[in-house]
């Protein structure tokens, strides 16, 4: 295959264009990046597949501005309650206060407005080519350059396309593979999956309700989410958005998933709480829930994240989150490396990093799926009981990154806040105020009390963040929260990378120079990222 000078060489080349590919393009081509985009899939998937994001995933979004716009389609997730086998409840996750992020801690979200938003904003990035009906069929790289081939896709009915014969061929410097579970792009790479041994059948369902009164109504009575882990048959329901609300529910042994397929047949399991004459059915679909992890998120220059990288249950709602979270690690080291700041090596700490975390993710989704999917009614009495004598602890919150860029002062895991999510508040000054994000940008972020010097202008563009608002160029710590970290922490200043996770602190300032120093060690051309020793055995 050859190609002349006019063929366009792009940055990245990213195939699958649902919120995980729409927000890593959109994060690329905020830096600058030329990025082509291919989606076998002709128009946006009109339904809704994931609920709900937290407070993480909603400080990403923040930085593309596309939640304000969400109006109604969003709402902010108060509790999240489980219900034993006599109804009652064993357990309840309070979500009533502001989280780390500067947010309410999870929102509940309709999938189809997000991602408009997000393909809206990448229609108006200049150096965006989006190439939808297009089927990736091969992948290979030669010299540093790798070329796809993707044939042109036509809908048959049905939801089901075929492939025309119609051929493109692209050329970029990395593909990422964010097109799902059956990822074409994983398996064209040879990179293998690990089962993690959860596999259920659930019938899902998305109702939406022309009488918003009905929806409210309703859902002041439901609550916001809840998992009735009833061993005669384990469901859940969880608002979608303002006014449609979602049901789901496990099939149990021997029973047909053709035995759900028609609307009547949803009906009958909507009837103790919704019927024909109070709303409508947007979807229904049989799936099997499980639970997989790749082996390695990157091959050469291929890349994987979502869930071409990792699929879980969705008992703790942190599929989309987790891809939301590749995409922001990958999109800030992908900058680095394409304008030759860091060496390539840098993007082997995409696997170091949030295979771990995902990994750590899917073991917390799984083990609740379990205690949802209890069908033994014994069992499930003593699953109750242990829950509500406080036997059985809540499960632990989002991990934080245990390797990869963070600091390690005298080579020690010492620093008690590095791999840790940073935490963001309200500044002002003069006229500016608002969350740092906002008031600062983005990137690299240094905060310190009482003013430190980031060292030398370089190409990591590291923004300091002062809370003394007696310093030429500090800020007011409008909300407190800022300096309540640094106090909780012990620490003078806090280095925060741009996919918002903290690389290390200082306790002093003079600690600072030595805090930057290991940063740009780390991340400069010429300096290989500390790979541990199991991720250079995977």
Known sequence: MRFDEATP???????????????LTNLLAQDGHRVAVIERQ????????AVHFDHEIRRVLDRLGVVAGLGDDVVELRSYEWRGADGELILELKNDTIAA?????????????????????ALRAPSVDL???WETVSVAETDGIVTVTAERTRPIGAGELELTGERIHLRGRYVVGADGANSRIRALSGIGEVDLG??????????????HQVAERLFDRLGDSCQWCDPRRPHMSVRVGRHRRRWEFMLLPGEDPAEFATDEAVWRMLEPWVGPADATLERHVVYRFAARLAER?????????????HVMPPFMGQGLCSGVRDAANLAWKLDLVLRGVS??????????????????????????????CTLDPAAARGRDEAFRTGRVPPPEPMPGLRGGIRHRPAGTDSDPLAGTLAVQGLIGRDDRRGLADAVVGDGFCLISRHGVDPGPAD???????????????GYTDLDGRLTAWLDASGAEAVLVRPDFYVFGCAPTAADVPALLADLRDQVLTGRKSPISPQMEAR
Do not use: K
């Open 9 to 23: 060489l792009y940055d990245v080349i990213v195939v699958g264009y649902g919120p995980v590919g729409q927000v």
């Open 42 to 49: 002709p128009e946006l998937y009109p339904r809704p597949r």
């Open 101 to 121: 992020s500067g947010h309410a801690f999870s929102h509940l979200f309709y999938q189809p407005a997000l991602e408009r938003a997000l393909h809206e904003r």
């Open 131 to 133: 190439m939808r009906g």
């Open 198 to 211: 959860f596999s259920e059948h659930w019938l899902v369902v998305d109702v939406g309700f022309p009488d």
């Open 297 to 309: 998120m990157r091959l050469g220059a291929t890349l994987l994240v979502g869930d071409a990288a």
């Open 343 to 372: 060496d390539a090596a840098l993007l082997d700490t995409l696997t170091e990093e949030r295979y771990e975390q995902n990994l750590r993710t899917i073991e917390v989704s799984v083990r609740m799926g379990r205690v949802s």
């Open 459 to 473: 190409a990591l563009g590291i923004r300091p963040l002062c809370l003394d608002p007696a310093h030429p160029d």
